[in-house]
């Protein structure tokens, strides 16, 4: 079965920048749009980031010009770089496929975002 972990999260100062990585232990990047979410405490899990096998990608409004999600098939291994963070983008964020599938969940990271 194939399982995604999460990696990369943790503490920064507004302004600053991390990059989250998500590991798949099977094949599933090259035959599946991929995502990265994320939920807030007390908020709903939301889509910030996908992008298709073809290399398309779609960012929420309050995300764009400051995240870029990028794949590595040959690595199964999704990124998702996000700059000029803010207060706003504390959550913990997950990947998975598009549309979500609830066998993929993994346990995600945490990213706080604080002064």
């Known amino acids: 079965q194939v399982q995604l972990v999460e990696s990369g999260g943790g503490l920064v100062q507004p302004g600053g920048s991390l990059r989250l990585s998500c590991a798949a232990s099977?094949?599933?990047?090259?035959?599946?749009?991929m995502g990265w979410y994320r939920q807030a405490p007390g908020k709903e899990r939301e889509l910030v980031a996908a992008r298709t096998t073809r290399g398309t990608t779609n960012y929420v409004d309050s995300v764009k010009g400051r995240f870029t999600i990028s794949r590595d098939n040959a690595k199964n291994t999704v990124y998702l770089q996000m700059n000029s963070l803010k207060p706003e983008d504390t959550a913990v964020y997950y990947c998975?496929?598009?549309?979500?599938?609830?066998?993929?969940w993994g346990q995600g990271t945490q990213v706080t975002v604080s002064s």
């Open positions: 998975n496929i598009v549309p979500s599938a609830s066998r993929y």
């Open positions: 099977g094949s599933i990047f090259s035959i599946n749009a």
